[in-house]
Nanobody, 126 residues
Framework: QVQLVESGGGLVQAGGSLRLSCAAF????????MGWFRQAPGKEREFVAG????????YYGDYVKGRFTISRDNAKKMVYLQMNSLKPEDTAVYYC???????????????????WGQGTQVTVSS
């Protein structure tokens, strides 16, 4: 089991940058794939980015490719989402998520994540 706590959200102008952080609490963090999702008001939750257990593979939603970068530090039990060139349509609550995969790689764009953080608000003004 793993518990997740996000931080780093806030208000930023269009074109600006933010870095979200997710701290994981629990054992065997390095055997979990990690992801970021977002949910805007009135919309369904959508996949933003995912990273495999060792950081060897990353996945992105089409709408953030080239702008967002996911990374992890297994020694610190941390996952990050660097968001550049932010747009007003990126405004949402961003959630960190985890799923146990062992030392295996899966297509995280289609994978069901099991553990979720409480979310952090990101607001991009035009």
């Amino acid at each position: 089991q793993v518990q997740l706590v996000e931080s780093g959200g806030g208000l930023v102008q269009a074109g600006g940058s933010l870095r979200l952080s997710c701290a994981a609490f629990g054992r065997s963090f390095s055997t979990y794939a990690m992801g970021w999702f977002r949910q805007a008001p009135g919309k369904e939750r959508e996949f933003v980015a995912g990273i495999s257990w060792n950081g060897g593979r990353t996945y992105y939603g089409d709408y953030v490719k080239g702008r967002f970068t996911i990374s992890r530090d297994n020694a610190k039990k941390m996952v990050y989402l660097q968001m550049n060139s932010l747009k007003p349509e990126d405004t949402a609550v961003y959630y960190c998520a985890a799923v146990w995969t062992g030392y295996n790689d899966y297509d995280l764009t289609e994978y069901e994540f099991r553990y979720w953080g409480q979310g952090t608000q990101v607001t991009v003004s035009s």
